[in-house]
């Protein structure tokens, strides 16, 4: 054991979660104490989480609430600062690392306050936020993807380019190789809609699939993740058509399905966009219109740009030019090969392992860190 202590600040969504659950097990794995830090929200966590000692403060978020709501927060997010300010008193951490949100918030000011070594992991291509609140505080600032806009200039210096980690079974899903479409085998197509799903995916995606030539529809093989009350209507359009259908609310085999697809359609939140790159899939990707910041478009701009998949913002997603981009990729395979061969590129499998490094380096004694360092 190194004796070193890493708290992790970290609370709210899965995007949020999933980097610290990665980091926490590549730490754990090399030796380090670790305890976890979050707001009421958290509990319930998985993987390298579920045995963490585990500490919880107040905390909440301010943006898009009426007057009397945000002075509430505000209130919140003090005596959330307050509680992290004991804890960490009493947990003499050696590092923190919060991961986004504002669950993290509290913690990481009540840091910067004690003089400890702090950095952030910003997941989504826009730096959040919560996480510029705090960038020109922290000692280091980690991104996922080269190019992280928003962030302040006086903060620039502190970036650390590491990559979103990913959960162990999408690195295990690594190893299956892109499976080549050929003139009459299989077209195997995942949509997935993020945690809850999404309407608009139930709504569109099986009207253009409804829609395809004959030929096309007799090969696909659709998984779909949908809304429970939109499981039987989805379901109703796929065996009008003819075409064979898996749907669920909740698949927890999603790197599985993800390694078999030829195809995947999705939202384009950070973790969806870190695991299809890092598997290596093409993807078409339809951002939510009203995420914060509209991070999920710069998350999906830069897939596309990088030739790994195709943007479709909402307003122009429609089943006619779904259909139309379809058939397009199917009948031409080679757009899916040269997309998937790019996704794969772009993907960082060692993200947590660079992360990790980063951290390692911030410790009394640190070694060297093996994370590149965005220019």
Same mark, same amino acid.
């Given at each position: 054991?190194?004796?070193?202590?890493?708290?992790?600040?970290?609370?709210?969504?899965? /995007?949020?979660?999933?980097?610290?659950?990665?980091? !926490?097990?590549?730490?754990?794995? #090399?030796?380090?104490?670790?305890?976890? *830090?979050?707001?009421?929200?958290?509990?319930?966590?998985?993987?390298?989480?579920?045995?963490?000692?585990?500490?919880?403060?107040?905390?909440?978020?301010?943006?898009?609430?009426?007057?009397?709501?945000?002075?509430?927060?505000?209130? +919140?997010?003090?005596?959330?600062? =307050?509680?992290?300010?004991?804890?960490?008193?009493?947990?003499? %951490?050696?590092?923190?690392?919060?991961?986004?949100?504002?669950? &993290?918030?509290?913690?990481?000011?009540? !840091?910067?306050?004690?003089?400890?070594?702090?950095?952030?992991?910003?997941?989504?291509?826009?730096?959040?936020?919560?996480? #510029?609140?705090?960038?020109?505080?922290? #000692?280091?600032?980690?991104? &996922?993807?080269?190019?992280?806009? @928003?962030?302040? +200039?006086?903060?620039? &210096?502190?970036?650390?380019?590491?990559? @979103?980690?990913?959960?162990?079974?999408?690195?295990?899903?690594?190893?299956?190789?892109?499976?080549? *479409?050929?003139?009459? /085998?299989?077209?195997?197509?995942?949509?997935?809609?993020?945690?809850? /799903?999404?309407?608009?995916? &139930?709504?569109?995606?099986?009207?253009?699939?409804?829609?395809?030539?004959?030929?096309?529809?007799?090969?696909?093989?659709?998984?779909?993740?949908?809304?429970?009350?939109?499981?039987?209507?989805?379901?109703?359009?796929?065996?009008?058509? /003819?075409?064979?259908?898996?749907?669920?609310?909740?698949?927890?085999?999603?790197?599985?399905?993800?390694?078999?697809?030829?195809?995947? *359609? !999705?939202?384009?939140?950070?973790?969806?966009?870190? +695991?299809?790159?890092?598997?290596?899939?093409?993807?078409? =990707?339809?951002?939510?219109?009203?995420?914060?910041?509209?991070?999920?478009?710069?998350?999906?701009?830069?897939?596309?740009?990088?030739?790994?998949?195709?943007?479709?913002? +909402?307003?122009?997603?429609?089943?006619? #030019? =779904?259909?139309?981009?379809?058939?397009?990729?199917?009948?031409? %395979?080679?757009?899916?090969?040269?997309?998937?061969?790019?996704?794969?590129?772009?993907?960082?499998?060692?993200?947590?392992?660079?992360?990790?490094?980063?951290?390692?380096?911030?410790?009394?004694?640190?070694?060297?860190?093996?994370?590149?360092?965005?220019?």
């Amino acid at each position: 054991m190194t004796g070193h202590l890493a708290v992790l600040a970290a609370g709210g969504t899965g /995007g949020h979660v999933f980097p610290a659950e990665a980091l !926490a097990a590549e730490l754990g794995a #090399r030796g380090y104490r670790l305890a976890l *830090i979050t707001d009421r929200r958290g509990g319930g966590f998985g993987g390298a989480l579920a045995d963490l000692e585990t500490h919880h403060i107040r905390a909440g978020g301010i943006a898009g609430k009426r007057f009397t709501a945000r002075l509430e927060s505000v209130f +919140e997010l003090g005596l959330g600062m =307050l509680q992290a300010r004991k804890l960490l008193a009493k947990l003499k %951490p050696d590092a923190v690392i919060g991961f986004g949100g504002y669950a &993290s918030v509290p913690t990481m000011m009540a !840091a910067t306050w004690a003089g400890l070594a702090t950095a952030i992991h910003e997941q989504n291509a826009v730096l959040g936020r919560a996480n #510029r609140l705090l960038a020109t505080r922290v #000692r280091r600032i980690a991104t &996922s993807i080269d190019g992280t806009q @928003m962030v302040p +200039e006086a903060a620039k &210096s502190k970036i650390h380019l590491t990559g @979103m980690p990913v959960r162990p079974t999408v690195l295990a899903a690594r190893d299956t190789a892109y499976d080549e *479409i050929t003139d009459r /085998g299989p077209l195997n197509l995942l949509v997935t809609g993020g945690s809850q /799903g999404a309407r608009v995916l &139930s709504d569109v995606v099986p009207a253009a699939l409804a829609s395809l030539p004959e030929g096309l529809k007799k090969r696909l093989n659709v998984t779909q993740q949908c809304r429970a009350e939109d499981l039987e209507r989805v379901g109703a359009v796929y065996a009008q058509a /003819g075409i064979k259908a898996d749907l669920n609310n909740f698949f927890d085999d999603v790197p599985r399905r993800l390694a078999a697809a030829h195809l995947l *359609i !999705a939202r384009a939140g950070a973790s969806t966009v870190a +695991e299809m790159t890092a598997i290596g899939r093409p993807a078409i =990707l339809v951002p939510y219109p009203h995420a914060i910041d509209n991070h999920q478009f710069a998350n999906a701009q830069a897939v596309d740009e990088a030739g790994a998949g195709w943007l479709m913002a +909402e307003d122009v997603f429609t089943a006619e #030019r =779904l259909a139309g981009r379809l058939t397009s990729l199917f009948e031409s %395979p080679r757009h899916l090969v040269h997309a998937a061969r790019a996704s794969r590129r772009i993907g960082r499998p060692d993200a947590a392992h660079a992360l990790a490094d980063m951290v390692a380096d911030m410790m009394p004694n640190g070694h060297s860190g093996e994370g590149r360092q965005a220019a």
